[in-house]
């Protein structure tokens, strides 16, 4: 059974930090791209951040670059996301997908190219 599950969400203070974990089973994560998305209430979901299968050559939204990282360890079937400096419009609900294509500048928002999707974690940052 594929799943894709997030965790390390939760409510932080602006300028504080949040380390997202996205857990992978059922797949052969070392196959697949990783990317981020988040969904604010009112709004269209938003690609912030991907990660490639082999080089692990990473791309970021304008929105996060500079303050998030996005990692993987295939090892512990594990995707990351850091989130530094957090702002009040970084709250949303964060989700982890996985897809077979070239993570670009391009396709990191681009959600028909994931396969799998996780079920999301809250992220609230306060002012």
């Known amino acids: 059974q594929v799943q894709l599950v997030e965790s390390g969400g939760g409510m932080v203070q602006t300028g504080g930090s949040l380390r997202l974990s996205c857990t992978a089973s059922?797949?052969?994560?070392?196959?697949?791209?990783f990317g981020w998305f988040r969904q604010a209430p009112g709004k269209e979901r938003e690609g912030i951040s991907c990660i490639a299968i082999h080089d692990y050559t990473t791309h970021y939204a304008e929105s996060v670059e500079g303050r998030f990282t996005i990692s993987r360890d295939n090892a512990k079937n594990t995707a990351y996301l850091q989130m530094n400096s957090l702002k009040p419009e970084d709250t949303a609900v964060y989700y982890c997908a996985a897809g077979r294509f070239t993570c670009r500048a391009r396709t990191l928002s681009r959600g028909n190219y994931y396969d799998y999707w996780g079920r999301g974690t809250q992220v609230t940052v306060s002012s």
């Open positions: 059922g797949f052969p994560m070392d196959a697949y791209a």
